[in-house]
């Protein structure tokens, strides 16, 4: 610990700290160009001087490179440092008139005014290097062309976080400075398109004074990262919450496209993490649990309206799926609530249709149940964050449920338009002047009984419910069966709606089949509950179809034992004969037919009562 | 050629066999082959030289020696005949064959090729005479005389690398650190830190290796006092770099050499091959079981790269930057290691210290070292005299000379008898100092005091024709080229000073700029991040406090009173004075000036491009400056 | 004579899969050939071939196992089992003279009740291309046989009054001991 004085208060803090550490700690504003809390200490823009005395001896030093030591006298804002920083600011307004940055700093330290004139040449010392030109700093001679890889151009304040952030911190090195004096600027090597840069953009974000652009370090858009969550609506960075109701509501960081797994540089995150929470040297790791009872709840997957391409999905920028128009409406979402056309307009009418993947021989012949609620909440809150026109566009509305139908009511009062009748196809090709722009709409109106063109600004669509895309490898890990839709099958739809035909798994939720939350909660319950029989009971209840060894028959073949699934066939080496476990026998019956010597009998299904069966079969014509 | 020595006594053997080829009796003509000579043809003379001696059947009883640098630059090529110590001056080739004929053979001096006291008028025939010599005292110096920069065997005959074997085997390391640090020798790079301290501090540090640098960048316009010691004495800066690692322990080091010096590296690269071969450098010198080998790196041609911190940046490949310095290169230098860096004149010196011991070298100087080697300056510097001095050159001094002993007594006084103005010491980043300090005792804290420094040792004088503004915005200018760029008040600030006072020398100054200028000169200094930043506003601050009415004369009067800022000046012809000689219509290169002959001339102001050759041409003053 | 002829075919299928999917066509109402008698069994692995032996031996003019998927069953590894035994079954039933396609093997998942609609429908078509096995009416031929030449080797004992040296009974007395035993 170190004890030290600034501006006449003492301070005591750990000596590794720098002296603008300990004084932005204590409340004591320093103002700094090129000091970052990620970046190494650079001491290039002389900002943050103080007055240090020290032993006596007194000297103007830069508070962000200085470590403190016993005894220092700091004076921050003393009449010699205000000076030196009024000329400062003087110094760099010359350079850089515009600068927001430069302007707010001489509001703060009070230089009302800039007293120096920008640079000027010499023009029979011009050389025609183009280097002033690069600056756009010192016109010289008639500008050339500006080149076009240069990086830093007017408004760069040079103070080099760019350079020491790609550099230092994100280990890539694209950007750096080149020329002496006047001359320097931040550019790229030989001032060509670096093919190092990796467009994380990390340089434009620390850049203060928004001086960088990309496109000049590398000629290429930077990929986005659309964020999941937002189903590409927005873009997210590699380290991100997920969504906003996360459990854990913990950041996680993608490893695809985290800089520190491309580079090893970077770690801005782990850095400034107060508490030390982040550890990119996590491992995934596989842990083995022991369960009696498994519950399968994972769920479903919603249509991809492509596979319906006369909807225009994926062609047409304004056509969204209901699950897109949830995130716009969503205070929370990409647009902050605004629903907005793709080019920011306002829409003054939407068209929301309904069984898009559903009721549908060429995709899905189900229905999917929950579309026609959503639909309805849809137009009512389009209704109300747009004054848009709403159309439905539905085949039958089914709204069972509490006071479901009583909200489908309310939206007729709402006068949202309801067209009965499955549309044909979503175009953009306008037959009339009002069509002009838009999207239409193409549907048999069968109340009406004659074809529309409804003309909208916005298509939704409201996509249907599927099983999920690995439902068939799941399935087998749990040696359940699948129904003809590829949602898990139940033991028997009225009887055991959460049961499989194992026992001891449970299904509960969408993956069993399309249904909405009131439902699945219940059925959870339901898995739940009987779950809990299962671990609660002390005793598992038995088919009584077991398997059992005829001692006396028993040659001790041994041909039987390997072939049970469940090793319930031991070999008893004292009487030299097989012995079934029955609590491990399930019953399946293999080692009887197996048997070469009849010896090994299965209760309920014995031979004798097969053949009962087969000649009771074949008994009548 | 030589086999690698493995032992003290071997080189002792060595030496003495060296020793046995040579009759100090016998005639030397030695011929400067320093840059500056050779500029003037200084190799074609010794050609001359050898063809001479050739024609004449003297190979073999006269010796020919091409020596580095002998100080006497302004007049150039200088030859000096041995034993009898002759020095003749401005020598041409055909003068070789000359002095051959005459001197060597009929022992004729030849009077012309002496040099002229300019006042008594008087031929000077040797060292003892002539006053340049006679004022210097040139221990480090003086040892260009007697030695062929690529000659080891030369270095060796005049007692070189004895100070090595008597560091290596009579001392121990803390021993020699002791004797430097009670020496009071400080770094005659500029800043004057105590040598002893630094390697103190060295030593004292653990570290899995340790560096020994020498500064050779020296990048002041008008100094090449180190450039000159390396084409001189290569051997010397080698050998105080070979004791200075056996003191601290290291066994690497570098010189970094700037590469406008092409003769110094090739000389200096010659010395480091023949002192491997012989084995005083590499493993195990002499067999005292101590290692150490040097690299030349050559600078990239910034002068920054003469500040430490940059220089070592620039070893390691990086920009020339600097860097903070709160955390010393004695603890972690070149690639975080302990480094020591000095300068060429410092390691020269080393050698000396060693064999002739502090105590010696304490008794010159000023001051008092017998507490701290902070009390005061010892031993001698060479300076780099230049501008408007009779006698330019390289000379050396006793620390505590005073500057008008240098400029008067060894200069010979200004030029062409004009008045004396000021001074420049320590090169661009130094302070410019005036008629009041000619009495001033030249050392390193008084210097500071007056607002200069020492520096590497330039001192240029100027006279009643240079203007101190101009003066101070050319060495802006040569900084503002210089300048990294890293921090803001430098990169920024010099670039603006020189701006304003392109504007006070264009005349478009208020009194107002003047002031702004003495706020911005005063920031730069507190605020820059290296010495480079620090300094350079010594030429604004020392010339404001020191010749503020030349300043004012541009705002307040609109006039140059040295004649120099063009927009201030007019030259007109005074129609009574003048007697139509053309003189300077002849000479003027603008064309500018019309009339007759025998008729007054005119001077046309639109095409006058006030060079001022008019002026100084006119033998009847009938050229008047405004 | 007696009607038309339609085949008779016994159904072996395992409980979990096959059984669901017959149930499911049953439930949907699908419409299919009525010839076939099925058999539940836990799993396919139960399948004994003497099971089929003993239905085409009772009269069945086919038989069809069915079972899970490979991989899906619901014990296992049974079906994989009844497979093996099923590809050597196949090979003994065509020494004997049976067509191959009165046999057949077919992994229908509890999902698949079209599949079990159309594999009836098939298999019943093939066997009615066939014709009728009509093992017991074979059987009973044989047996006539039997009892015509047991008769006749009587006659001609009683007319030789010779015994067996070996055994010392009657050719009468070893029939009857046989017939005892049958």
């Known amino acids: 610990m170190v004890k030290l004085v600034i501006n006449g208060k003492e301070i005591t803090t750990e000596k590794e700290n720098t002296v603008l550490e300990v004084a932005r700690a204590a409340g004591i504003d320093i103002p700094t160009l090129c000091s970052h809390e990620s970046l190494p200490p650079y001491g290039s823009c002389r900002f943050c001087i103080v007055e240090v005395n020290q032993r006596g001896r007194t000297r103007m030093q830069t508070s962000c490179t200085l470590p403190v030591a016993e005894g220092m006298e700091i004076k921050t804002h003393s009449e010699r440092v205000m000076k030196i920083r009024r000329i400062l600011v003087e110094l760099m307004l010359a350079r850089c008139p515009e600068s927001e940055v430069l302007r707010n700093m001489a509001r703060e330290i009070g230089v009302p005014h800039c007293r120096f004139e920008r640079v000027r040449g010499d023009k029979s010392l011009c050389h025609t290097c183009q280097a002033c030109t690069l600056v756009e700093q010192m016109p010289m001679h008639a500008p050339a062309e500006v080149p076009s890889t240069f990086v830093g151009r007017s408004g760069c304040i040079l103070c080099g976080m760019c350079v020491r952030l790609c550099d230092d911190v994100m280990k890539i090195g694209a950007l750096g400075f080149e020329g002496r004096g006047m001359r320097r600027r931040v550019t790229t090597p030989f001032r060509e398109p670096s093919e190092f840069c990796i467009t994380c953009g990390a340089c434009t974000s620390i850049c203060p004074t928004g001086a960088i652009e990309l496109l000049r370090v590398r000629p290429q858009e930077p990929l986005p990262i659309p964020s999941e969550f937002e189903l590409g609506l927005a873009n997210r960075k590699p380290i991100h919450l997920p969504f906003p109701q996360a459990v854990p509501r913990v950041p996680v960081i993608d490893p695809a496209t985290c800089v520190n797994f491309m580079t090893g540089g970077c770690k801005v995150c782990e850095d400034n993490c107060q508490v030390q929470a982040i550890d990119h040297t996590q491992q995934d790791r596989i842990q083995e649990v022991d369960v009696g009872t498994v519950i399968v709840a994972t769920g479903f997957k919603t249509f991809d309206p492509k596979r319906t391409p006369y909807y225009g999905y994926g062609v047409f920028p304004n056509v969204y799926t209901a699950l897109e128009v949830e995130r716009l409406v969503n205070a929370s979402g990409p647009t902050g609530g605004e629903v907005t056309l793709r080019d920011g307009r306002a829409p003054k009418s939407i068209g929301i249709i309904h069984c898009v993947g559903s009721r549908d021989n060429k995709t899905n012949r189900w229905c999917s149940r929950v579309c026609c609620m959503y639909s309805l909440k849809l137009a009512h809150l389009l209704k109300e964050h747009t004054e848009a026109e709403l159309y439905n566009f539905y085949i039958d509305m089914r709204t069972p449920g509490k006071s479901y139908d009583e909200f489908y009511g309310k939206l007729l009062e709402e006068r949202v338009h309801f067209i009965r009748g499955r549309v044909g196809e979503v175009t953009d090709w306008a037959m009339t002047p009002e069509e002009e722009g838009k999207l239409v709409i193409r549907v048999e109106d069968t109340l009406a009984g004659f074809v529309r063109r409804i003309p909208v600004d916005m298509v939704v669509l409201s996509t249907g419910l599927e099983p999920q895309a690995d439902a068939q490898e799941v399935r087998r890990l749990f040696n359940m069966s699948c129904g003809s839709e590829g949602f898990f099958l139940e033991r028997h739809p009225k009887l055991a709606p959460v049961n499989t035909f194992t026992d001891g798994v449970f299904l509960a939720g969408a993956c069993q089949g399309p249904r909405d939350i009131p439902d699945t909660v219940a059925q959870a319950g339901a898995a739940a509950a009987e779950a809990m029989v299962l671990i609660d009971k002390g005793y598992v209840e038995q088919e009584p179809n077991t398997a059992y060894i005829l001692e006396q028959e028993c040659s001790g073949c041994k041909s039987c034992i390997p072939l049970c699934p469940y090793t319930a066939i031991a070999f008893d080496e004292a009487k030299q004969k097989a012995v079934i476990n029955e609590a491990l026998c399930k019953g399946c019956g293999t080692c009887v037919a197996s048997c070469p010597s009849g010896s090994i009998a299965q209760r309920l299904f014995e031979d004798d009562e097969v053949f009962s069966e087969i000649k009771g079969v074949l008994a009548y014509e | 050629m030589a086999t690698r020595l493995t032992s003290c006594g071997e080189l002792a053997a060595y030496r003495k066999t060296v020793a046995a080829k040579r009759d100090p009796n016998r005639t030397c003509v030695t011929v400067c082959g320093g840059t500056g000579c050779r500029a003037c043809q200084g190799l074609d003379v010794a050609a001359a030289f050898r063809q001479a001696f050739q024609e004449h059947a003297l190979e073999g009883k006269v010796d020919l020696r091409v020596t580095g640098c002998l100080g006497f630059c302004e007049h150039g090529p200088v030859v000096t005949l041995r034993p009898k110590g002759l020095i003749y001056v401005k020598v041409t080739a055909a003068d070789a064959k000359e002095i051959v004929e005459k001197t060597l053979l009929k022992g004729e001096e030849m009077e012309r090729l002496f040099i002229k006291d300019p006042q008594t008028k008087k031929r000077l025939r040797t060292r003892e005479e002539i006053p340049f010599y006679k004022h210097q005292m040139p221990v480090i110096f003086g040892a260009n005389f007697d030695l062929d920069p690529q000659s080891i065997d030369d270095y060796l005959y005049v007692g070189g690398y004895t100070a090595l074997v008597k560091a290596l085997t009579t001392m121990t390391p803390e021993l020699v650190i002791d004797e430097v640090t009670k020496s009071g020798l400080r770094g005659r790079g500029g800043a004057g830190f105590p040598t002893g301290t630094k390697w103190a501090s060295c030593r004292k540090v653990e570290s899995n290796g340790k560096y020994i640098v020498c500064n050779a960048d020296e990048g002041d316009p008008g100094a090449y006092a180190n450039r000159s010691l390396m084409e001189g004495n290569p051997h010397s800066v080698l050998e105080g770099m070979i004791i200075a690692s056996y003191a601290i322990g290291a066994h690497e080091g570098f010189i970094y050499v700037r590469a406008e010096y092409p003769l110094a590296v090739e000389l200096l690269a010659k010395a480091i091959e023949d002192a491997r071969a012989l084995g005083l450098l590499g493993k195990n010198i002499l067999g005292t079981g101590h290692s150490f080998d040097l690299e030349i790196n050559r600078g990239g041609g910034a002068f920054v790269c003469g500040e430490s911190t940059a220089l070592m940046a620039s070893i390691e490949g990086r920009a020339g930057e600097p860097r903070a310095k709160h955390i010393h290169m004695v603890e972690r230098g070149l690639w975080d290691r302990p480094t020591v860096l000095n300068n060429v004149e410092t390691w020269s010196n080393i050698p000396l210290i060693v064999n002739r011991g502090s105590q010696w070298f304490t008794a010159i100087g000023t001051g008092d070292v017998s507490k701290t080697p902070w009390g005061g300056s010892k031993g001698t510097k060479i300076f780099s005299l230049v501008g408007k001095v009779n006698n330019t050159g390289l000379v050396e001094v006793p620390m505590g000379a005073t500057l008008r002993q240098i400029i008067y007594d060894i200069g010979g006084g200004i030029k062409g008898g004009k008045k004396f103005k000021g001074v420049q010491t320590g090169g661009p980043s130094g302070g410019i100092l005036g008629v009041q300090h000619l009495d001033l005792p030249i050392d390193y804290d008084q210097l500071v005091e007056v607002g200069s420094m020492m520096g590497s040792g330039g001192m240029i004088v100027m006279d009643e024709d240079t203007c101190m503004v101009d003066f101070a915005r050319y060495f802006l200018a040569f900084l503002e080229d210089e300048s990294c760029g890293k921090c803001t008040p430098c990169r920024e600030g010099v670039v603006q000073m020189r701006q304003l006072l392109e504007q006070i020398g264009a005349g478009k100054a208020t009194m107002a700029h003047l002031d702004l200028l003495q706020d911005l000169a005063e920031v730069v200094r507190d605020a820059s991040l290296c010495q480079l930043g620090v300094t350079a506003p010594n030429p604004v601050l020392t010339t404001l406090a020191y010749f503020r009415e030349e300043y004012e004369a541009h705002i307040r009067n609109g006039k140059c009173p040295a004649g120099v800022c063009k927009a201030l000046v007019s030259y007109l012809i005074d129609a009574e004075k003048c007697n139509g000689c053309t003189m300077c219509a002849r000479n003027c290169p603008s064309g500018a000036i019309e009339g007759d002959k025998k008729q007054p001339h005119k001077i046309v102001l639109e095409k006058c491009s006030k060079c001022g050759i008019c002026y100084e041409v006119c033998k009847f003053h009938a050229v008047a400056r405004n | ?182």
């Open chain 3, 1 to 182: 004579m007696s009607k038309a002829w339609k085949p008779r075919i016994v159904a072996f299928f395992c409980n979990w899969c096959t059984y669901t999917a017959a149930d499911l066509a049953g439930v949907s109402r699908m419409k299919y050939a009525a010839n076939t008698r099925v058999i539940r069994l836990m799993c396919s692995g139960r399948v004994d071939p003497q099971f089929i032996l003993d239905a085409l031996s009772k009269g069945a003019d086919g038989v069809l196992i069915g079972g899970c998927h490979p991989g899906d069953c619901h014990y296992v590894e049974g079906n994989y089992k009844m497979l093996r035994r099923f590809q050597m079954l196949k090979r003994m039933l065509k020494d004997l003279g049976i067509e191959e396609e009165r046999l057949r093997l077919e992994w229908i998942s509890a999902a698949e009740g079209e599949k079990v609609k159309r594999v009836i429908n098939e298999m019943v078509a093939q066997v009615e291309k066939l014709g009728p096995l009509g093992i017991p009416a074979k059987f009973q031929e044989w047996d006539k046989e039997m009892e015509h030449f047991a008769a006749q080797v009587a006659a001609n004992e009683a007319a030789s009054g010779s015994a067996c040296a070996e055994h010392g009974q009657t050719a009468a007395q070893a029939n009857k001991m046989e017939a005892a035993h049958a």
